[in-house]
């Protein structure tokens, strides 16, 4: 049993002596800095953006059928399903045809410094009304920013849904009254996959 301790004492040493794991990091860095398809640094937000994949759960977007019609028929169900209760929906009747149904969101807003980004109001919703969008540039100066009202969420996304991701695009930076967006030119050829 000693002389199995022994054996493994002299490997060790022998490690030691030849700084063998000592050249195991440099081989490891200097292959990092050669190989192109090391490089992990994205030069946001200057020159790129990255653009998650289709199943990224972001920020909510509430969504229109083909004739612009909203799908949402504020039926709560997705108030319901959040842990956090961070949904809050007040309905109304509206016949004009602005919803799908004469049952429309008077009110429908979202908390997001309490939301988890879990998807469970997603999974509720009966019309797919509401989908958990790309969009993550969330960071803002004023806690009245985080809370994110229908009118907004209506808007079209800045990624299509069809879009599939998972690509680091060209971006650029547009200024805008709510401060400077970085956009990304979804039809730059060259991007790199993440
Ligand atoms: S993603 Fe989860 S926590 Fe956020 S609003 Fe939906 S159910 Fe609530
Ligand atoms: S978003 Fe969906 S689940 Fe939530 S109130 Fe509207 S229809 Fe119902």
């Given amino acids: 049993m000693n002389e199995k301790k022994s054996g493994f004492d002299i490997m060790e040493l022998i490690r030691k002596v030849l700084f063998t794991d000592f050249v195991k990091g440099l081989v490891i860095t200097f292959t990092y800095n050669v190989s192109p398809s090391t490089v992990i640094t994205i030069k946001y937000p200057d020159e790129e953006k990255w653009i998650p994949y289709r199943r990224f759960r972001g920020a909510h977007t509430l969504n229109r059928d083909a004739n ?7 039926c709560e169900l997705c108030a319901k399903a959040c842990p956090t209760r ?7 009747e509206d016949n004009t045809g602005r919803g799908i149904s ?3 969101a008077k009110v429908w807003k979202v908390d997001l ?10 999974d509720a919703c009966p019309t797919r009304a509401l989908r958990l969008g790309r969009d993550y540039e969330l960071a803002c100066h004023d806690l009245h920013c985080t809370v994110k009202y229908r009118d907004g969420l209506l808007l079209p996304q800045s990624v299509p849904e069809g879009f599939e991701g998972g690509v680091i695009a060209r971006s650029r930076l547009i200024n ?19």
Avoid: H
Avoid at 68 to 74: D, F, S, T, Y
Avoid at 86 to 92: Q, S
Avoid at 113 to 122: A, D, I
């Fill in 176 to 194: 805008t009254p709510d401060g400077i967006e970085v956009a990304a030119d979804l039809r730059e050829s060259k991007k790199r996959v993440i």
């Fill in 102 to 104: 004469d049952r429309v």
């Fill in 113 to 122: 410094v309490r939301c988890l980004f879990c998807g469970y109001c997603e």
């Fill in 68 to 74: 612009g019609r909203e799908l949402c028929v504020a």
């Fill in 86 to 92: 961070c949904i809050t929906v007040v309905p109304e």
